[in-house]
């Protein structure tokens, strides 16, 4: 059974700093990219952060030099260190692993943690 958990959201003050943690399990889980997504209200689920299965990362412009992404192929575990932290940034994050292969792309998803940025 495929599950994707994550944790360390919670309520921050501006300029302040959060570590988002998903732990993979029921995958292999070296051989997927990982992605952190967020959502905030009323707008549309958008990429924040990305690293791929040789380490390499990509962020959106919003986060670069704020967030870092980061694995542990040994734990499972995917991190997002977050910086800086603003009050756009206020969202439900979302992890996300994804394999392509051929044309087909197969993709786990988190349930999901609220992050807050507010004083």
């Known amino acids: 059974q495929v599950q994707l958990v994550e944790s360390g959201g919670g309520l921050v003050q501006p300029g302040g700093s959060l570590r988002l943690a998903c732990a993979a399990s029921?995958?292999?889980?070296?051989?997927?990219?990982m992605n952190w997504y967020r959502q905030a209200p009323g707008k549309e689920r958008e990429l924040a952060a990305h690293?791929?299965?040789?380490?390499?990362?990509n962020y959106a412009d919003s986060v670069k030099g704020r967030f870092t992404i980061s694995r542990d192929n040994a734990k499972n575990t995917v991190y997002l260190q977050m910086n800086s932290l603003k009050p756009e940034d206020t969202a439900v994050y979302y992890c996300?692993?994804?394999?392509?292969?051929?044309?087909?792309?197969?993709?786990?998803w988190g349930q999901g943690t609220q992050v807050t940025v507010s004083s």
């Open positions: 029921g995958f292999r889980f070296s051989s997927y990219a």
């Open positions: 690293i791929s299965t040789d380490d390499s990362t």
């Open positions: 996300n692993a994804a394999k392509w292969l051929f044309n087909n792309v197969y993709q786990y």
